[in-house]
């Protein structure tokens, strides 16, 4: 069976830039996960959703981020204007069981490069 | 803030030997698990202990849970090269998030 499947793999972007990141979780799953990861704060959880519902956005770091999930098999977080702050890997994971705990799958995540 | 934390930050060990990582948390958690990070790639899960539970193993895995300490640990036996990776305790809170720590560093030397 297919992964959770994440795209690009890799952006390199200049600062002003719209960039979006795009996410296909494992079939059947009904919660969505958004992470961000760098050195210096770690895996962060920025927004979940369940049943394409945003349930918890509070680790959205700023308005300039966004996120959607239009339908159980898609979702994107855009961020606009980037900011060389904003160079971390992006990790997207999905669930079966809720955000009740149950384990979650990652995709191998996008590294973003903002300069 | 990070719920998790984690000691050690980084691990050396030989092939064969045993590696131990720790995992400390501030509240109330509905469970614990643990996930392995290969360089490069997304966290995969190994094991998820409840809050009931005091000891699990999986394989080479062996987890503790010590709730009125609020600590766990992961242990893994007769290590293997391929073990190496970055490994992650994840904290699952009463709402359902989970909170990743910063991880611990393995390297087996084979």
């Known amino acids: 069976d297919a992964g959770v499947i994440q795209s690009p793999r890799h952006e390199v972007t200049e600062m002003g830039q719209e960039v979006t990141l795009r996410c296909k979780p494992i079939?059947?799953?009904?919660?969505l996960f958004w992470y961000r990861q760098t050195m210096m704060r770690g895996l962060e959880l920025l927004i979940y959703?369940?049943?394409?519902?945003?349930?918890?956005d509070s680790g959205m770091p700023e308005d300039r981020f966004s996120a959607k999930m239009p339908n159980a098999s898609f979702s994107t977080l855009k961020i606009q204007p980037s900011e060389p702050r904003d160079s971390a890997v992006y990790f997207c994971?999905?669930?079966?069981?809720?955000?009740?705990?149950?384990?979650?799958?990652f995709g191998d995540g996008t590294r973003l490069s903002i300069l | 803030s990070q719920q998790g934390e984690e000691d050690p930050q980084a691990l050396s060990i030989q092939e064969g030997e045993n590696a131990t990582m720790n995992c400390s948390y501030k509240?109330?958690?509905?469970?614990l698990q643990w996930y392995r990070q290969n360089s490069g790639r997304g966290l995969v899960h190994l094991i998820l202990i409840r809050s009931n539970e005091r000891e699990k193993h999986s394989g080479r895995l062996r987890v503790t849970l010590d709730t009125s300490k609020k600590s766990s640990s992961l242990l893994i036996t007769a290590s293997r090269a391929a073990d190496t990776a970055s490994y992650f305790c994840a904290t699952v809170l009463p709402e359902g998030k989970l909170i990743f720590g910063q991880g611990t560093e393995l390297s087996v030397k084979p």
């Open positions: 079939s059947g799953h009904n919660s």
């Open positions: 509240t109330s958690i509905n469970n």
């Open positions: 994971a999905s669930s079966g069981t809720g955000a009740g705990g149950g384990t979650q799958h």
């Open positions: 959703f369940n049943n394409n519902v945003p349930i918890d």
